[in-house]
């Protein structure tokens, strides 16, 4: 984290890390603002070596993040359009407008039990495919003009 | 041998080369991906890694910009901070609740997504092996961030006289130690 604190038009902002000094040394806040920051030889070796571990721990949350989307090609979506904007705009509504109320997140819960099974059959019966395409391709083309999609929701990442 | 012969085991030789290069870098992103899944808190088993080292800032309702370490989407919708912490000491601090608690004003300001009340601090030794202890912290309310900017802000003006830490031993890894009572009343 940045040890800067910046200024916008009006506002002063202030980083966290900045904010968290107050909860270790209030005295501390102060002198780093009058004379900036100031280590000690073994802070500075402690802080190296939570760089490293920060890149560790940021590499890991990729890895298990590439891992989760290849796992996600089994959704009905991805399985029939690949990585198309259909899957990108059914993914979108379930984002934004199925995630924000209950009824939406009780059919997405449902969907991910159903999905994979379904996924399965259509692999093995890839005959199947086509009106599942077609089906979900006039969905999602119908979606694509819905005003709460305009802009980009917020996709898996 | 012939040279048809060699041709054939040198291609063998390149196509092992290849499956052998491969089938480690494969291991490596698994065990990468396998020691996220075991760190999670269990409570997150099912959520969804949603962001990783992205800056978030808000100017409402106070001014506050943050980098998160990992956020991660509940199956209800609800997004849990998580941040990492390198040292010896096992346990949470009050700054790791401050810096989740202006995190959390971030990302509700920028994303407009109920973020939870809760938070987890990863503590990990900074021995380089193991995994990281998850550490649940309740996180404090957006009046209380809001009135800690404030207080910041009135301690930097000169308007308060800042306090000093709760513990001594935070005095005996400073490194402005020396000069601390001459510096300041």
């Known amino acids: 984290m940045g040890k800067r604190s910046r200024r916008s038009d009006n506002d002063r902002m202030v980083s966290a890390s900045d904010l ?67 899957t990108q705009v059914l993914r979108g509504f379930r984002d934004v407008a199925l995630r924000s109320n209950v009824w939406g ?22 005959a199947l495919q086509a009106p599942v395409r077609v089906v979900l391709g006039a969905i999602a083309a119908s979606l694509r003009w819905w005003p709460g999609l305009r802009g980009g929701g917020q996709c898996r990442r | 041998m012939s040279a048809v012969g060699w041709g054939v085991l040198g291609g063998l030789v390149v196509v092992c080369l290849a499956a052998l290069v491969i089938a480690w870098r494969r291991s490596v992103t698994t065990d990468a991906a396998l020691a996220e899944r075991a760190s999670r808190p269990d409570a997150l088993r099912d959520a969804e890694l949603v962001y990783m080292e992205r800056l978030f800032w808000t100017s409402k309702p106070v001014g506050v910009v943050a980098k998160i370490d990992r956020v991660y989407r509940m199956p209800s919708g609800l997004l849990v901070l998580v941040e990492l912490k ?23 300001g920028q994303t407009h997504q109920a973020v939870a009340s809760y938070a987890y601090v990863m503590v990990k030794a900074p021995t380089g092996r193991g995994l990281p202890i998850a550490h649940r912290v309740q996180l404090m309310t957006d009046e209380h961030v809001d009135a800690l900017v404030r207080r910041r802000e009135e301690i930097l003006a000169g308007r308060i006289l800042p306090g000093r830490p709760q513990s001594r031993k935070t005095c005996l890894s400073c490194a402005f130690r020396g000069q601390c009572d001459s510096l300041l009343p």
């Open chain 1, 20 to 86: 968290a000094q107050m909860g270790r040394c209030e005295r501390l806040v102060v002198f780093e603002h009058r004379h900036g920051t100031r280590r000690t030889a073994r802070q500075q070796r402690a802080r190296e070596r939570g760089v490293v571990e920060h890149e560790r721990f940021y590499r890991e949350g990729l890895a298990a993040s590439a891992q989760a989307i290849r796992k996600g090609r089994c959704f009905i979506a991805t399985c029939v359009f690949g990585e198309g904007w259909q």
């Open chain 1, 105 to 126: 997140r009780r059919l997405i819960w449902s969907y991910y039990r159903l999905a994979p099974g379904i996924c399965t059959c259509l692999r093995r019966w890839p």
């Open chain 2, 86 to 108: 390198t040292r010896w000491a096992n346990q949470p601090s009050l700054s790791d609740v401050i810096q989740l608690s202006a995190q959390r004003v971030a990302v509700m």
